[in-house]
C-alpha cells in the first residue's frame, strides 16, 4: 500500500497527529509490512538529526519605528554592493563614451600649444585675427584704466568699512574689560558651584536608579501577581470541577442505595406473598 | 530559568501584541525583543547564512511595524509575523539566486555569532552538525523546506501551516513527506562520502 494514503498517514503517526485508533491501525499496517516499519524508522532518525539543529543566540536590535532605516545594517554582499557596483558603473560610461567617440569619428589633439576637438577628421577652424595691434593696445589700456578706477573704489570703501569696524571693535573691547572687572569669579566660587553640580548630577542619577528599579519591581510583581492569579483561577477550577465531581458521586450514591432500598423491599413484599 | 520566563512572556504577550496594534510604540519594541530570536532562527534555518537570515528579520519586523494596525485578530499575530517572514525568506531566496553568479561569496557563512560555552570542542562539533544539517536545508525545494521548519522547529500544527502557506494539509504532510525522504538521502550520502 505504498501510496499517496499511506505517506500522509506515515507523516501524521511521525508527528502524533492521529487518535488512538487510528495509531493503533497504522501500527498493524506496520507489522504487516516489514518494509513499511523500515521507512517510518528512517524518518524517525532524520527527525532526531534535525533536533540537533538548536536555536541560535541573537541579540535583538534596538527597533525604533519612526527611525526603522537606521535598523537596516548593509551587513551583506558589501563587495558586490559596494565596490563591484561603481566600478561597473564607470565601465558603463566608459565604454558608452568609447563608442560613441568611435561612432562619430572624434578626433582629440594637442600640438603647439593648442588643443585641437573635433569629429571625422576635418581640420578644426580657428577664429581669424580681425583687429590690428595698435587697437587691441587701445582696447587693453581702456580696460586696465577702468580696472583700476574700480579697485580704487572698492580699496576706499573697504578702507572706510574697516575703520568703523575697528572703532567698534575698541568699544566693546573697553565694555567687556568693564565688565570683566565686576564680575571676577574667585577660586573658591567655582570650587562651589563644580560641588554643587555634582551633588545635583548625583542625586539625579541616585533618583533615576531609584525610580528604574521601583518601575522593574512593580513591573516583575504585577507579573507574577498576574501569573499567580492565573495559578489560582486555575486551581479554582481544578477544585470546582472535583466538587462537582463529588456532589455527582454521592448523587449516584444516593441513588443506588434508594434503588437497592426498593429492590429489596420488593423482594420483601414477593418473599412474604409466597 | 529564563526559558521559563521567556515562556511566561509569551504567555503574556496578548496585551503587549493589543497596545502595539493600538500604537504603542515601546509595546512593538517589547515584541521585537520577544519575537526576534524566533524569526531570526526561522530565517537562519531557510538559508543557513547569519547575514540574510538577518536582512529577512529586520525587514520583517519593518514591515510588521507598518501593517500592525491593520491586524485584527491578536491571536493571529505569530502566524501573520511568520507568513511576513517567510515571504521575505522567499524573496530574498530568488534576489540571492539572481545575483549568485555576480557575487564572489555567495552563500558563504560570515561565522561571527555566539561565542563557544562549555567544553570547546563539543560545541564546535555541536556547532559544526548544526550547520551541515542547515546545510542540508538549503538543498532542498523551497516548499518543502518552507514545511520542515514550520513543523519540526516552530512546531506549527497542520492546520496552521496549512493556512500559512494557503494549501491544504495533506499537501502539507505530503510535502513533509518528500522533504524528510530528501534529507534522508542527504545524509545517507554525506555518510557514504565521509
Redesign the interface.
Known amino acids: 500500500m505504498k501510496n499517496q494514503e499511506f505517506n500522509d498517514e506515515l507523516i501524521s503517526y511521525l508527528y502524533g497527529d492521529m487518535s488512538a485508533e487510528e495509531c493503533e491501525a497504522f501500527e498493524q499496517k506496520m507489522k504487516d509490512s516489514p518494509e513499511l516499519k523500515k521507512e517510518y524508522e528512517a524518518l524517525l532518525e532524520v527527525r532526531k538529526e534535525l533536533a540537533d539543529l538548536e536555536e541560535r543566540d541573537i541579540v535583538a536590535p534596538v527597533f525604533s519605528g519612526s527611525h526603522e532605516k537606521t535598523m537596516i545594517t548593509p551587513v551583506r554582499n558589501t563587495w558586490s554592493r559596494y565596490i563591484m557596483k561603481p566600478i561597473f558603473e564607470v565601465a558603463a560610461s566608459l565604454t558608452l563614451l568609447l563608442v560613441a567617440g568611435y561612432l562619430t569619428d572624434f578626433q582629440l589633439s594637442i600640438a603647439d600649444g593648442k588643443v585641437s576637438v573635433g569629429f571625422n577628421n576635418k581640420p578644426v577652424e580657428t577664429v581669424q585675427q580681425v583687429l590690428t595691434e595698435p587697437e587691441i593696445r587701445a582696447l587693453m589700456q581702456e580696460e586696465m584704466s577702468k580696472n583700476n578706477h574700480e579697485l580704487l573704489t572698492t580699496a576706499q570703501k573697504n578702507s572706510d568699512e574697516i575703520d568703523t569696524r575697528v572703532i567698534a571693535l575698541e568699544k566693546s573691547v573697553k565694555s567687556i574689560k568693564a565688565n570683566t572687572a565686576k564680575s571676577i569669579v574667585t577660586k573658591e566660587e567655582l570650587e562651589q558651584f563644580f560641588t554643587m553640580a555634582e551633588t545635583r548630577n548625583t542625586d539625579a542619577m541616585r533618583e533615576f536608579m531609584a525610580s528604574a528599579t521601583t518601575q522593574q519591581q512593580q513591573y516583575l510583581k504585577a507579573l507574577f501577581t498576574e501569573y499567580n492569579d492565573y495559578l489560582q483561577q486555575q486551581r479554582q477550577d481544578d477544585l470546582t470541577l472535583i466538587r462537582s465531581g463529588f456532589i455527582e458521586m454521592k448523587q449516584n450514591q444516593t441513588q443506588q442505595k434508594l434503588e437497592t432500598d426498593q429492590v429489596l423491599a420488593s423482594l420483601i413484599s414477593t418473599v412474604s406473598t409466597k | 530559568m529564563s526559558e521559563v520566563l521567556e515562556k511566561?512572556a509569551f504567555m503574556?504577550s496578548n496585551n503587549l501584541i493589543e497596545k502595539a496594534i493600538a500604537g504603542d510604540?515601546r509595546a512593538?519594541?517589547k515584541l521585537?525583543?520577544l519575537w526576534?530570536?524566533k524569526i531570526?532562527?526561522f530565517s537562519?534555518?531557510y538559508f543557513a547564512n547569519h547575514?540574510?537570515a538577518?536582512?529577512a528579520t529586520?525587514?520583517t519586523?519593518?514591515v510588521a511595524?507598518k501593517g500592525i494596525r491593520k491586524l485584527r485578530d491578536v491571536d493571529s499575530f505569530r502566524f501573520w509575523l511568520y507568513k511576513i517572514a517567510l515571504n521575505h525568506c522567499r524573496e530574498e531566496d530568488r534576489r540571492t539566486k539572481r545575483?549568485s553568479w555576480?557575487?564572489?561569496?555567495g552563500l558563504e557563512e560570515t561565522k561571527n555569532?555566539?561565542s563557544v560555552i562549555g567544553n570547546p570542542e563539543v560545541e564546535i562539533q555541536?556547532k559544526e552538525?548544526?550547520e551541515l544539517?542547515?546545510g542540508y536545508l538549503t538543498k532542498l525545494p523551497g516548499e518543502q523546506k518552507e514545511v520542515?521548519i514550520m513543523?519540526?522547529?516552530e512546531g506549527m500544527?497542520?492546520r496552521e501551516i496549512a493556512e500559512a502557506l494557503n494549501t491544504s494539509e495533506?499537501t502539507v504532510?505530503?510535502r513533509?513527506?518528500y522533504g524528510?525522504?530528501a534529507?534522508?538521502k542527504l545524509?545517507e550520502n554525506s555518510e557514504m562520502k565521509n
Request: net charge positive; hydrophobic share 40%; glycine share 2%.
Open positions: 511566561i503574556h510604540q512593538f519594541d521585537v525583543g526576534f530570536k531570526y532562527n537562519w534555518k547575514d540574510l538577518m536582512e529586520q525587514q519586523f519593518i511595524y545575483r555576480f557575487s564572489i561569496h555569532y555566539s555541536k552538525k548544526a544539517i542547515a520542515i513543523k519540526e522547529f500544527k497542520f495533506n504532510k505530503s513533509l513527506y524528510l525522504n534529507l534522508r545524509m
